[in-house]
């Protein structure tokens, strides 16, 4: 009979209380800046590329459209994008950032600098455990 593996030993457990220490970090940063941390991802999608539709930020977070869909009225009615359909094709709804949202940007630094801070590891580090992360999630997303 093999021995059970313990909670903290489980590769599961240690990813969602590490995410979950994160978000704790993160909120009352978070809360200054008037953001969630779902719309901080939504921001940041934008940030990379502005003006795309629902559709390709909720593909690029791995969500539904229809998750994206709240965020994004809720970070128009706080002036930090703007929505407008597409007239080719209605169906589409393009989302731009204003310039509020397009300053945020830089105001949100504050998050990537508290989480180096509090890891006290280095950016080096950082860089090589987010790549082994991606890989992990890459490995397990794969169409088998």
Do not use: H
């Amino acid at each position: 009979m093999t021995q059970a593996i313990s909670l903290e030993d489980q590769l599961c457990f240690s990813l969602y209380s590490t995410s979950l220490a994160v978000s704790r970090l993160y909120k009352p940063l978070l809360d200054g800046l008037g953001i969630t941390y779902p719309q901080y991802l939504v921001l940041n999608v934008l940030w990379e590329k502005d003006g795309l539709s629902i559709g390709t930020i909720a593909a690029r977070l791995d969500l539904e459209p229809s998750t994206i869909t709240p965020l994004v009225k809720r970070l128009e009615a706080a002036s930090l994008v703007r929505r407008t359909r597409s007239v080719e094709d209605e169906r589409s709804v393009r989302v731009d950032l204003t310039e509020q949202g397009k300053a945020l940007s830089e105001r949100s630094r504050c998050l990537g600098e508290a989480l180096f801070a509090k890891a006290g590891m280095t950016a080096k580090k950082m860089i090589s455990l987010n790549q082994e992360i991606r890989r992990l999630r890459a490995a397990l997303t794969v169409d088998t």
